[in-house]
T-cell receptor, first 116, second 114 residues
Framework: DAMVIQNPRYQVTQFGKPVTLSCSQTLNHNVMYWYQQKSSQAPKLLFHYYDKDFNNEADTPDNFQSRRPNTSFCFLDIRSPGLGDAAMYLC???????????????FGPGTRLLVL | GNSVTQMEGPVTLSEEAFLTINCTYTATGYPSLFWYVQYPGEGLQLLLK?????DKGSNKGFEATYRKETTSFHLEKGSVQVSDSAVYFC?????????????FGKGTKLTVNP
């Protein structure tokens, strides 16, 4: 029944140690998004993929990278996590229809990252 | 740029009270508007949406009407329950090409006491 799956739900890493968060979807959607949500703040879009096309937000630090090897999977790589990168990371998908019509984004449960 | 402003929380109500959470937006063109809900420890779930002026979105007793003249999309519920305790986010869509970027407000935490 799950549509957007994020593993693990909780991830602990060390300062400066690369970490990868994963997201998978069973909706066959064209678009996959990664958001960062810090405590008591709004989710902030980091980047998204439309199919294989990568779209980075202007203010996303270079420390954050992403890979989408196929339609179903998308990864968030943090090359050198700092203490300020501790947050909830949310993956979302949308159909990405070219024709007009409102797009609904479907969110996963999130991965909470702790940096020690 | 596009932005969303929500009323500051937290909001604390007793069960069966009336709820209003204010949301106004600034946007070029006519975006779609959304309310998302986030229960403790979980991701966001779409609560309701409206795509054009005067549209009313509704779900689970919650309603919001897209008001172009006041650029608002206030969330209302006539009688809240303890299970409605969550953080509520107002958002607008910013479509670029085939994909849609959501711009969120800061969220309003609602606590409903029995």
């Amino acid at each position: 029944d799950a549509m957007v799956i994020q593993n693990p739900r909780y991830q602990v890493t060390q300062f400066g140690k690369p970490v990868t968060l994963s997201c998978s979807q069973t909706l066959n959607h064209n678009v996959m998004y990664w958001y960062q949500q810090k405590s008591s703040q709004a989710p902030k879009l980091l980047f998204h993929y439309y199919d294989k096309d990568f779209n980075n937000e202007a203010d996303t630090p270079d420390n954050f990278q992403s890979r989408r090897p196929n339609t179903s999977f998308c990864f968030l790589d943090i090359r050198s996590p700092g203490l300020g990168d501790a947050a909830m990371y949310l993956c979302a998908t949308s159909r990405g229809a070219v024709l007009a019509g409102v797009e609904t984004q479907y969110f996963g449960p999130g991965t909470r990252l702790l940096v020690l | 740029g596009n932005s969303v402003t929500q009323m500051e929380g937290p909001v604390t109500l007793s069960e069966e009270a009336f709820l209003t959470i204010n949301c106004t937006y600034t946007a070029t063109g006519y975006p779609s508007l959304f309310w998302y809900v986030q229960y403790p420890g979980e991701g966001l779930q779409l609560l309701l949406k409206a795509t054009k002026a005067d549209d009313k979105g509704s779900n689970k007793g919650f309603e919001a009407t897209y008001r172009k003249e006041t650029t608002s999309f206030h969330l209302e519920k006539g009688s809240v329950q303890v299970s409605d305790s969550a953080v509520y986010f107002c958002a607008l869509s910013d479509r670029k090409g085939g994909s849609e970027k959501l711009v969120f407000g800061k969220g309003t935490k609602l606590t409903v006491n029995p």
